[in-house]
């Protein structure tokens, strides 16, 4: 496979504030992730079907009341907000954008969770956190962006409790030397213009090798790409006709988000090049 060159953080700070990004985000609600769509309920709403994502991924790390969790790429702290209030957690959110961070504080102070919710601006792969302060760390659709990967996972590892789980929502792909060449184009600009630097290296079933590698045990990987594939019809429905516009002056850089949402349910979700997963790990 082909190395691609990668950048630094500045990358993805540059990605998340582009005026298209923020759109897309502006319209989410602030929330970064897809929904989970339970099978014949397509038409479930999509902040709906994100809080269902969240569910399903929070019921695989069992808290109790009172946890500790860490919520690492926030973004604007939706899911880290909702899961305190739900359950009555604490949560701890990073990020590296400060205008995100300066958004989460703002919902938090005025929901009145100051005793139980915070958020900093802050790398994941070397936070200050004291080693063994989380029973759990989530990380939705964020580990992807990391330049290393392996020190992010190093870097969990450490600030987990013994016993402490990990949950990750993140893409997986086949190997770029799979894809049609016309396609590898296109994957590559997306992976290059997005700065999801790990993307290549989280390839289909190499999760439990990447997370054991990393000292985590139990790891468990759940393929739910078809239960996101009806957030991706919405989106292709709305932006189909202007991609082909985009396509015709050769925008595709400039408008990655919606580049990536069409390539992805027009080819890489039917030709199995992509994946959605919901990974699960402990701590020894």
């Known amino acids: 496979m082909k190395t691609l060159i990668l950048t630094s953080k500045d990358k993805v700070i540059g990605y998340y504030s582009t005026l298209e990004s923020r759109a897309v985000y502006f319209f989410l609600k602030g929330v970064k992730h897809f929904g989970y769509y339970p099978e014949n309920q397509e038409n479930t709403p999509i902040l709906e079907a994100q809080r269902l994502m969240i569910e399903r991924i929070f019921a695989k790390l069992n808290l109790k009341s009172g946890s500790l969790l860490l919520d690492a790429g926030c973004g604007e702290g939706e899911t880290a907000i909702y ?52 029973d759990a760390i989530l990380a939705l659709e964020t580990v992807v962006h990391a330049v290393d990967y392996e020190s992010v996972l190093k870097e969990f590892y450490r600030i987990l409790k013994p016993g402490g789980k990990l949950c ?35 390839l289909h079933g190499k999760f439990p090798e990447i997370l054991k590698n990393a000292g985590f045990s139990s790891v468990t990987v759940e393929n739910v790409t078809q239960r996101v594939v009806p957030m991706f019809k ?47 790990a402990i701590k020894i």
């Open 168 to 202: 990750m929502l993140e893409y997986s792909m086949s190997s770029l030397d799979n894809f049609p060449s016309d396609l590898k184009n296109v994957a590559e600009m997306i992976i290059r213009e997005s700065g999801m630097h790990s993307l290549p290296y989280f």
């Open 83 to 134: 899961l305190a209030r739900k359950y009555q957690i604490r949560a701890r959110g990073i990020d590296i954008l400060d205008f995100n961070i300066e958004k989460a504080n703002r919902k938090r102070t005025s929901l009145g969770l100051k005793d139980r919710v915070d958020f900093q601006i802050m790398d994941y792969t070397n936070t200050n956190f004291s080693n063994e302060t989380f």
């Open 234 to 280: 919405k989106y292709y429905a709305l932006l189909q006709f202007p991609y082909k516009i985009i396509k015709l002056f050769k925008l595709q850089k400039r408008f990655i988000n919606i580049t990536s949402g069409v390539e992805a349910y027009q080819n890489f979700i039917p030709k199995d090049l992509w994946r959605e997963n919901i990974i699960a």
